[in-house]
């Protein structure tokens, strides 16, 4: 190694650990935006020592240059754009989009490298060919894969579990095809083999995701979110480059951390999701609870409980979101808080569309995140709430689960039902994901309060002030 | 196999540790803005796609070097540009305005944030 080489590795280890640094300070909300800027200045950093070593190596060809340049013109341009004018609702399917290129890009830097070797009298050493397999196979499912979860969740696609006669055996065959195709070219270095696993991998991403229903979403996302971070680090593997490998090795963790976090927090095991079907609702209905009455309230009767108590909890899910409801019971929280009742948010940790997508939501409508309150941390704070809002959120309060025999048994929930009295804002008695009657419904402490969220929540925030006068 | 491979295999698999003991600590408040940040992390294979275009003299090369330098771009700027975005809107205390978007929230309460918003 030369002196140049010495220092553009050191930058690259540098960048390494601005990386690192950034991920510890986003363990707090405080700290969280100086991590973002340390990890930004890191990758200006690795990016500026890649441009010192393409002009190092003096062999750029006037259109290589052009090609590159335009290409990260393009690409920058479309990601400041859509990063400036999404809707943080649909943040979920951007962060698809995004582990799409990067699956997409980590498998481009594999074949280029790959059909380079093929073509030069060398051949391709063995070392190269296991990571570029791997590589372009991680790489090829992440991009068709996100993509299929991107469009599931904008609504171009079915958010339905979608599936076809044999579409299991297309699945399965595309699997086989491709992890033969790696094993036969480790043996006997071949292009159009290698085009062939490119599309077997694209069509095992696609046959993958298609039959996983929209709720299963949060799992989904982080799980291409590893396999991009791992497509990454074996792009490193492939060009000898130490922060690819890191970096994607740090995405790695962070997506298998998330993805079984995400599994743990629905009940669910990884191949139970992956193999689909469960969104269907055609699974065998389950022994009710207790049944009985439901107590049926109106806005003004829920109104003079809210305004009259002295802890409050909001436990909003998904139904909050895609009533587009935040900024109502932000509304309705500051009006509580006035009042000098204490209002906390009781978070689930599969409340949304991707892992803390709830939280993101709430603060966007200026909810303070020490307010935001994680399940482990509020749930023995609901025997003290006089009342329990539930708005949206329904499997994750049902009490049947801690009871053994349901479908959603031994899964995680928030203690709703201990709270001194709940109000429910639903707009009929259907049924969860899980499709399971919700014994909260029937608690003698429990009144319903049938109407869509945003009205519902309008008509609270009116009957407060007239109540505040 | 050779020490290069063995040495890409440790710091890979250091680095995983590394990224399982940082990221566990990441409340579950952050999570989103966190996938985000790793995203914008593996945006780093802008790396690669740049290097493509050092050997790149063929029609497919600079295909290659043009699509995948396209798509790293895209993944990198777009991800730290949302990222902080989203970090933006985490308030330890409520924003002194309202949000422009729920005007009725700025007449009701506006009485409340002189004594209570900035703390």
């Known amino acids: 190694m030369n002196t140049f080489d010495w220092i553009t590795q050191l930058l690259y280890v540098a960048a390494a650990v601005c990386f690192v640094l950034g991920l510890h300070l986003m363990n707090s909300p405080a700290s969280a935006r100086r991590g973002n800027q340390v990890s930004t200045a890191g990758m200006a950093l690795a990016i500026a020592t890649t441009f010192a070593l393409v002009i190092h190596a003096g062999t750029v060809s006037v259109t290589g240059w052009i090609v590159m340049l335009a290409g990260a013109g393009v690409g920058a341009g479309a990601g400041l754009y859509s990063a400036r004018t999404v809707q943080m609702t649909a943040m979920p399917q951007l962060v698809s989009l995004f582990n799409a290129v990067g699956g997409g890009a980590a498998a481009l830097v594999a074949i280029d490298d790959y059909v380079r070797l093929a073509g030069a009298a060398a051949g391709v050493p063995e070392a190269t060919t296991i990571t570029t397999v791997l590589d372009v196979l991680i790489g090829a499912v992440t991009f068709s894969g996100s993509i299929i979860a991107a469009g599931k969740l904008q609504g171009l696609i079915n958010a339905a579990p979608v599936t076809f006669p044999g579409s299991r055996v297309v699945n399965i065959a595309a699997a086989a095809i491709a992890v033969g195709g790696g094993i036969f070219m480790l043996t006997t270095p071949s292009v159009p083999f290698l085009i062939i696993i490119i599309l077997a991998a694209l069509t095992f991403g696609v046959t993958m995701v298609m039959p996983i229903g929209g709720a299963d979403m949060p799992v989904v996302i982080s799980l291409l979110n590893a396999f991009t971070g791992t497509a990454v680090a074996m792009a490193g593997f492939v060009i000898g480059n130490w922060a690819l490998i890191i970096a994607g090795a740090l995405v790695g963790a962070s997506g298998s951390i998330l993805t079984k976090l995400m599994a743990d927090a629905m009940n669910r095991s990884l191949s139970n999701i992956m193999i689909g079907g469960f969104g269907t609702g055609d699974n065998a209905p389950v022994a009710v609870g207790p049944g009985g009455d439901v107590r049926s309230v109106q806005a003004d009767d829920a109104a003079i409980q809210l305004a009259y108590a002295q802890k409050v909890i909001i436990v909003p899910g998904y139904g909050l979101a895609a009533a587009q409801a935040q900024h109502q019971v932000a509304e309705l929280a500051a009006l509580l808080e006035e009042r000098g009742i204490e209002v906390s948010y009781a978070i689930h940790p599969v409340a949304g569309r991707m892992p803390g997508h709830m939280n993101v939501l709430l603060a966007e409508a200026n909810v303070p995140y020490p307010q935001l309150k994680e399940m482990e941390e509020i749930n023995p704070e609901f025997p003290r709430a006089d009342v329990a809002l539930v708005i949206g959120a329904n499997d994750v309060t049902n009490p049947a689960a801690r009871r053994a025999g349901t479908a959603i048994s031994g899964m995680p929930i928030l203690d709703v039902d201990q709270a001194k009295s709940i109000i429910v804002i639903k707009r009929s008695m259907g049924h969860g994901y899980a499709g399971i009657d919700n014994e909260l419904y029937f608690d003698p402490k429990t009144s319903m309060l049938f109407a869509d969220a945003k009205s519902a929540l309008t008509d609270l925030i009116a009957s407060v002030k007239t109540l505040v006068g | ?119």
């Open chain 2, 1 to 119: 196999m050779t020490t290069e491979l063995l040495t890409d295999i440790t710091i890979f698999v250091l680095a995983l540790l590394v990224g399982f003991e940082v990221i566990s600590k990441v409340p579950a408040t952050l999570h989103t803005p966190l996938m985000s940040a790793a995203n914008s992390i593996h945006g780093i294979v802008l790396a690669g796609a740049m290097l493509i275009a050092v050997t790149a003299n063929n029609a497919l090369g600079y295909i290659l070097a043009f699509v995948a330098s396209a798509f790293a771009a895209m993944n990198v700027v777009g991800g730290y540009v949302v990222t902080g975005r989203m970090l933006k809107m985490f308030r330890r205390t409520r924003a002194p305005v309202a949000a422009p978007s729920a005007p009725a929230a700025v007449a009701g309460s506006a009485d409340g944030h002189g004594s209570g918003g900035q703390a």
